[in-house]
């Protein structure tokens, strides 16, 4: 405390003496003259003048009133005061977990910043809930602000006293830690914040588990200005999302280099779909009945000038955090459509990423782009994943209800990968399902895999779905399906995905057998 608060400290209290002794005095004054005046009119000292008498019953009067004026004042004053105390400390405050918010936050972190030292730094944690959007799409906001509340009161429980948390904006808080003496220190705090998060959350009749991804950076050595240590640990949290949520990052200088090939790709990408330079592959899809080839998928493909072939699993990512999906769906789905004019007797599947599917507009679009290629939409079929029909389910039945309106298919990819709820198949209208890969890859024929399989293939026929299974590579898999009835068959053991060209050589042929099938993977291994 400075010199000059403790005089205002011992001034304050000498007010609180002399303002009540002030006021007793004020009331006794006025109440002892009535009193004399009442016992005894004619006593000597009292002026026998009656303008001298009115006078002395007014003046003590008056004093009295003004003494009552003046508490009243004083009580007004104080009660402001008060609500000005409360206003300045909530506009500090987060009103929800009541932990300081962002502006706050802001402040004690530069003045912690001042203070340290490489060999004394400070860590900061910036936190993110994952799957906020989805809990609070599931469950309701209430239940996401009681999340919140909790999360909050869990963390607090594991950090110290000078530690300072905060929240900082809807799902996101931050953690300063002071006086870090290594880096294990900060690990051990990370570990305990995730153990905290293990037990599952109450909110009113139900339970939620939530998991936390965490960056850390520390200062001086990561960012001496505040708003480069902020940039640091939200890095740090990109990385620990990004390498699969629930876990933690420390900031080191390579991500920023790869933050900023992600922005030179994410330029290239954007002139690539305006320059027409992707290309689309196509995976031959084989009828498990009849061996012919009744469908393709389309596969969309990147040969970067400098960096040569890019997965689709790496840019499409890319391209839906980067605002370019919508470009580059449309793109996918005009060449597709297009190209399928030259295949009237086969299905075309397209892939629709579920940024995608969530765009305002899609359904117009895909309207748009088959009566311009002219295609029958029953040659159309839509591949989905799960994680649009989690995150909106009500809005994603309605617009899957528009497309099949059109006359388009609608299919369900990588089923067997998730959580495969057969909800979902209940209660949205698909036309097929898609084994994913990986689940025939752990199917030995006999094993736990194969037994998956052949539930999935019953269930999706009970339900009067077509099933088609992907990523067959072997002999005995194509028998094994084919026993089980199985409606279609994808994989490398037929085709690898090919250009166009490819497809009308294969469609020249007759017949699409498994024999010829089986010839053109010997000579492609050779
Ligand atoms: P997906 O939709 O599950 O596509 C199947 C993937 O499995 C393709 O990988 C295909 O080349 C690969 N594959 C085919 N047969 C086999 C096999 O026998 N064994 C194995 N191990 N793999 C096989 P690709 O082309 O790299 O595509 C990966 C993913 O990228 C696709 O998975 C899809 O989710 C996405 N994708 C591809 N093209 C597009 C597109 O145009 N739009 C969107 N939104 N996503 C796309
Ligand atoms: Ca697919
Ligand atoms: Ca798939």
């Known amino acids: 405390m400075r010199v000059s608060e403790l005089r205002g400290a011992s001034f304050a209290r000498v007010k609180?003496?002399?303002?009540?002794?002030?006021?007793?005095?004020?009331?006794?004054?006025?109440?002892?003259?009535?009193?004399?005046?009442?016992?005894?009119?004619?006593a000597s000292f009292i002026p026998k003048d009656p303008v001298y008498r009115t006078l002395l019953t007014i003046f003590p009067l008056s004093t009295f009133l003004l003494a009552v004026l003046l508490v009243q004042a004083r009580y007004r004053i104080r009660l402001l005061q008060a609500k000005e105390a409360e206003a300045v400390q909530s506009a500090g405050l987060d009103p929800l977990s009541k932990l300081p918010n962002r502006l706050s936050f802001d402040f004690l972190l530069e003045t912690a910043m001042d203070r340290s030292t490489l060999e004394l730094p400070i860590a900061l944690f910036a936190i993110d809930i994952d799957h906020f959007k989805t809990i609070n799409d599931t469950y309701g906001h209430q239940a996401g602000d009681q999340l919140i509340v909790g999360i909050a009161e869990r963390i607090r429980r594991v950090i110290r006293d000078r530690d300072c948390l905060a929240r900082v904006g809807g799902d996101e808080f931050s953690l300063m830690l002071a006086e870090v003496t290594s880096a294990s220190q900060c690990a051990a705090m990370a570990h305990r914040l995730h153990d905290a998060m293990l037990a599952p959350f109450d909110t009113g009749d139900m339970q939620i588990f939530a998991t936390l991804s965490i960056g850390v950076a520390l200062s001086p050595q990561d960012g001496e200005a505040r708003s480069v240590l902020m940039a640091a640990a939200d890095l740090a949290l990109y990385r620990a999302k990004h390498e699969g949520r629930n876990r933690f990052a420390f900031f080191d200088k390579t991500m920023e280099q790869k933050l900023h090939l992600d922005m030179t790709i994410e330029d290239d990408l954007r002139e690539a779909i305006k320059a027409d330079a992707l290309?689309?592959?196509?995976?031959?899809?084989?009828?498990?009945?009849?061996?012919?080839?009744?469908?393709?998928?389309?596969?969309?493909?990147?040969?970067?000038?400098?960096?040569?072939?890019?997965?689709?699993?790496?840019?499409?990512?890319?391209?839906?955090?980067?605002?370019l999906i919508g470009p580059l769906g449309e793109w996918v789905l005009r060449r597709a459509c297009t190209d399928s004019r030259r295949w009237p007797s086969l299905?075309?599947?397209?892939?629709?990423?579920?940024?995608?599917?969530?765009?305002?507009?899609?359904?117009?679009?895909?309207?748009?782009i088959i009566a311009e290629s002219g295609i029958e939409p029953q040659r159309l079929e839509l591949e989905l994943t799960e994680g649009v029909l989690i995150q909106d389910a009500d809005q994603a039945e309605s617009v899957i209800m528009d497309l099949r309106a059109q006359g388009i298919r609608m299919g369900l990819d990588d089923f067997g990968s998730g959580y495969s709820s057969m909800i979902y198949l209940r209660r949205f209208a698909f036309d097929k399902i898609k084994i994913d890969k990986a689940l025939l890859a752990s199917m030995e024929c006999s094993g736990e895999g194969a037994i998956i399989v052949d539930s999935i293939i019953s269930l999706g026929h009970a339900l009067g779905l077509t099933v088609t299974a992907e990523g067959v590579e072997q002999k005995d898999q194509v028998e094994f399906l084919q026993k089980l009835g199985c409606d279609e068959l994808q994989g490398f053991y037929f085709s690898a995905p090919l250009p166009a060209d490819e497809i009308d050589t294969m469609l020249s042929l007759e017949v699409w057998t498994q024999e010829n099938a089986a010839m053109n993977a010997s000579v492609s291994a050779a």
């Open 16 to 42: 609180a003496i002399i303002a009540p002794c002030l006021l007793l005095i004020a009331a006794l004054g006025p109440a002892t003259s009535l009193m004399i005046l009442r016992i005894d009119q004619n």
């Open 347 to 368: 299905r075309m599947a397209v892939n629709v990423s579920p940024v995608q599917f969530r765009n305002r507009g899609f359904v117009e679009t895909v309207r748009l």
């Open 279 to 323: 290309t689309i592959l196509y995976q031959p899809q084989i009828s498990g009945s009849t061996g012919r080839l009744c469908g393709v998928e389309a596969l969309v493909r990147w040969h970067h000038p400098r960096l040569g072939m890019i997965s689709p699993e790496e840019f499409v990512p890319l391209a839906e955090s980067r605002g």
